[in-house]
């Protein structure tokens, strides 16, 4: 495909987004309509999209509507590069520019990609850091690697990815952590990943999890399991028992697969009050998104302020049900990737106002100025 021919595909699949389509799904959709795009061609087309969706407001400013049209315009723009060089309306390229295509200057918070409703509880959370955090949310994630001490030393992983064609650095946020700056579409693939010496997991998600307090022989459950990430970190740091459980189990389908390849043990529980006590619980809840928006851009125009006070009811049940299966001297571990104060401090807060015996040890908040994603960590002890 030659670029304008992505980028009019690019433009197809934005308009399929825009209609409500997934993103994941709107590109599986066009890849099964268009088999014979490569993959260079389809790997390009997701960078186009993604990218455009993280810069949705400031790139519909500079083309001229928020279409797909407009979006991949105005992408074209703000590269530098010339749209009437690529908007020809020859063979599959877009059709050539109109007076409807002419650009405008964004607003500040349109330069920023800030939903307008959001931009106040971001700026009371963030302060000084609001439009820096803002701006770092507008570009891609960097792609990160935790090296699986079970399996091999830092330095046995970086060999192995280099002999792979995969480059990476140890990243300062987290002891164990790699930033890749090269080859990071081989990774799945290769052998430091297939035999669990490495595994993708952000720099600040490794961070959360190296500051807890665990020690050999506790019994950790880990209530919002997901994927497994953050469990297969805490099974690397100390010889545990641990009990993986999520509402939704289906998320937890490749999690023993995961912990075989890692060299690690875990059971999954649909009912984690039946194995209570607790030594130290973690809680990965639900939350906006909004320390992920470079991974999950659509996340950020999807979020509602119903659906902002849905996950602060859930976070504060499961605070409430995690609280009843600690042991006398277990503890909590409260983690959102929100960079809002009504998910992180405000939420804490409310818990130690109605629940007797617990106080907050330690507070830490990450954003991607720091690399990584951003997080929120509160570790909840009992005096």
């Known amino acids: 495909m030659t670029p304008a021919a992505r980028l009019a595909a690019a433009i197809e699949v934005l308009d399929t987004v825009l209609d409500g389509a997934a993103p994941e799904a709107a590109l599986t959709g066009w890849g099964r309509a268009h088999r014979f795009a490569g993959s260079g061609d389809r790997a390009a087309l997701r960078d186009l999209v993604f990218d455009a969706l993280r810069c949705r407001r400031s790139f519909a400013a500079l083309g001229g509507g928020l279409t ?7 992408g074209v723009r703000a590269s530098g590069a010339d749209p009437e060089a690529l908007f020809t309306g020859i063979g599959h390229a877009p059709a050539g520019l109109t007076e409807a295509d002419a650009p405008r200057d964004p607003s500040p918070l349109e330069a920023l990609d800030c939903p307008d409703w959001l931009s106040e509880p971001l700026q009371a959370a963030l302060g000084d850091d609001f439009a820096p955090v803002m701006e770092a949310l507008r570009h891609r994630a960097p792609v990160f690697l935790r090296v699986n001490r079970v399996r091999g030393t830092v330095a046995q992983a970086l060999a192995m990815l280099a002999e792979e064609g995969i480059a990476a650095v140890p990243h300062p946020l987290a002891k164990f952590a790699l930033e890749v700056t090269d080859g990071a579409r081989k990774i799945q693939t290769s052998q430091a990943y297939l035999t669990g010496v490495v595994e993708l997991q952000d720099a600040a998600s490794q961070a959360v999890v190296a500051a807890l307090p665990l020690r050999d022989g506790q019994r ?6 997901g994927g497994g990430g953050k469990m297969l970190a805490m099974a690397a740091q100390a010889d545990l028992h641990i009990w993986a459980h999520d509402a939704a189990p289906g998320r937890m389908r490749d999690l023993v697969a995961r912990a075989d390849r890692a060299g690690v043990k875990v059971e999954l529980t649909e009912t984690p009050e039946k194995t209570a006590p607790y030594d130290a619980i973690l809680m990965d809840v639900p939350c906006s998104g909004s320390g992920s928006w470079r991974r999950d851009p659509q996340g950020k125009w999807a979020l509602t302020a119903a659906r902002l006070a849905e996950v602060q ?3 504060s049940g499961i605070l409430d049900r995690c609280a009843a299966m600690a042991g006398p001297e ?17 939420q804490v807060a409310a818990f130690l106002a109605r629940t007797n015996g617990w106080k907050c040890a330690h507070q830490q908040r990450f954003t991607p100025l720091q690399g990584g994603d951003g997080f929120f960590l509160a570790l909840l002890t009992q005096p």
């Open 313 to 315: 009811a859930i976070q």
């Open 68 to 74: 797909g049209r407009g979006l991949v315009l105005g």
């Open 220 to 225: 950790v459950l880990d209530h919002c399991a």
């Open 330 to 346: 277990g503890w909590l571990a409260y983690v959102t990737c929100s960079l809002l104060r009504a998910e992180n401090e405000d």
